[in-house]
């Protein structure tokens, strides 16, 4: 090989790697730009998730998907969206629920089935797409944004269509969690009551702090028990989902290979650290776990960036618009159904 030739390797190389760490630099300029926007009255309810997915969409509409920073976006909304969820991990106690949660735990299981087959059911008599029905009944059913990060690698979803899915579900948590906050004066219901119907019905565990915390300091722990079971039982879901691929595949033509998500042994591992090892064998500090919550958050945020630039407008009126109707009817039958349940 020439000198000239080996000069010229490593400067593809060379280049390469600066698009690569330019595009994860990206991704989490943008998150920063959500960060500052969900500060703005108005934009505060929604968070910086949403907020950052929606600046994203926009400057691809605008300026076109950047091309050359694609690997380090893409290394963004696959690999660190695998490690959010590893980390996410740490957000759920086993051990509370298993004490504390088993009866929240009952009603979970059933809202999270009630909301799947609502949404799918609706997504068929709408004529909604099939994968984004399934991630909003899933998002719906069980937490929001990080059930359905989890999914959509199972799935094989579309960037886009994950993108879509987290942005309709960011948006109407948020609504339902500020309805929820109108409503809990004129309810005839306690404060215990009303964390419980919040914990078990509502989106997001944030959409489930905003609409509990208003009712004091039992109401929002008790919701968010119930909503941890919810979180809780993404495991089992995950599997499920799992076996269901395979089922499909094996029957396909394509044969397409079902891949093992390693990344949720990782999330089970970490649940379990978090719920039996930090603070028991290990000491950690309330600021040192408030810190990995939220380094958790702006990792998760950076990877819904690299999704959300792929969200093209001019699709997504025939996309998003049906699954939007479906899942506003399933939130409002899903609130109705767990206030009865209560």
């Known amino acids: 090989m020439t000198s000239q030739a080996s000069h010229r390797i490593k400067r593809q190389r060379l280049n390469s790697a600066k698009n690569w760490i330019g595009g994860i630099v990206f991704t989490f300029f943008i998150a920063l730009l959500g960060?500052?926007?969900?500060?703005?009255?108005?934009?505060?309810?929604?968070?910086?998730?949403?907020?950052?997915?929606?600046?994203?969409?926009?400057?691809?509409?605008f300026?076109?998907?950047?091309?050359?920073?694609?690997?380090?976006i893409t290394f963004s909304s696959k690999n660190l969206l695998r490690f959010a969820i590893i980390?996410?991990?740490?957000?759920?106690?086993?051990?509370?629920?298993?004490?504390?949660?088993?009866?929240?735990?009952v009603r979970d299981a059933f809202i999270i089935l009630f909301a799947i087959s609502?949404?799918?059911?609706?997504?068929?008599v709408c004529k909604a797409d099939k994968n984004i029905s399934l991630l909003l009944?899933?998002?719906?059913?069980?937490?929001?944004?990080?059930?359905?990060?989890?999914?959509?690698?199972?799935m094989k979803t579309k960037d886009e269509d994950t993108a879509i899915s987290v942005g309709i579900i960011a948006m109407m948590g948020t609504v339902f969690a500020l309805g929820y906050s109108l409503l809990r004066p004129?309810?005839?219901?306690?404060?215990?009551?009303?964390?419980?119907?919040?914990?078990?019905?509502?989106?997001?565990?944030?959409?489930?702090?905003?609409?509990?915390?208003?009712?004091?300091?039992?109401?929002l722990a008790i919701a968010l028990l119930a909503k941890l079971g919810r979180v809780f039982l993404l495991i089992p879901l995950c599997f499920i989902l799992i076996y269901i691929m395979k089922i499909k595949t094996s029957g396909s033509?394509?044969?397409?290979?079902?891949?093992?998500?390693?990344?949720?042994?990782?999330?089970?591992?970490?649940?379990?650290?978090?719920?039996?090892?930090?603070?028991?064998?290990?000491?950690?500090?309330?600021?040192?776990?408030?810190?990995?919550?939220?380094?958790?958050?702006?990792?998760?945020?950076?990877?819904?960036?690299?999704?959300?630039?792929?969200?093209?407008?001019?699709?997504l009126r025939s996309k998003a618009l049906k699954p939007l109707l479906a899942v506003t009817v399933t939130s409002v039958f899903l609130s109705i159904i767990a206030y009865f349940i209560i």
């Not at 505060?44 to 600046?55: E, K, T």
């Not at 300026?63 to 380090?72: H, K, M, Q, V």
């Not at 980390?87 to 735990?105: C, P, Q, S, V």
């Open 63 to 72: 300026f076109g998907y950047p091309e050359a920073l694609r690997s380090g």
């Open 186 to 219: 004129v309810l005839p219901l306690t404060a215990l009551d009303y964390g419980i119907w919040s914990g078990i019905s509502l989106h997001e565990l944030a959409h489930v702090a905003i609409a509990a915390e208003p009712a004091g300091e039992d109401a």
């Open 87 to 105: 980390l996410y991990g740490l957000k759920l106690n086993i051990d509370t629920i298993l004490h504390d949660g088993l009866g929240l735990l």
């Open 253 to 315: 033509q394509t044969q397409n290979k079902v891949d093992f998500p390693w990344f949720l042994l990782g999330f089970i591992l970490m649940s379990l650290i978090g719920s039996y090892v930090l603070g028991h064998t290990i000491p950690i500090s309330e600021n040192m776990m408030e810190g990995i919550s939220a380094a958790t958050t702006w990792i998760l945020t950076a990877a819904m960036v690299g999704l959300g630039l792929n969200v093209n407008l001019k699709d």
């Open 137 to 154: 009944g899933i998002g719906t059913g069980v937490c929001g944004a990080a059930a359905i990060a989890a999914a959509a690698p199972i």
């Open 118 to 124: 609502v949404m799918i059911w609706l997504g068929k």
């Open 35 to 61: 960060f500052f926007l969900a500060k703005v009255p108005g934009f505060n309810h929604a968070g910086q998730l949403a907020c950052a997915i929606i600046i994203a969409i926009i400057y691809r509409q």
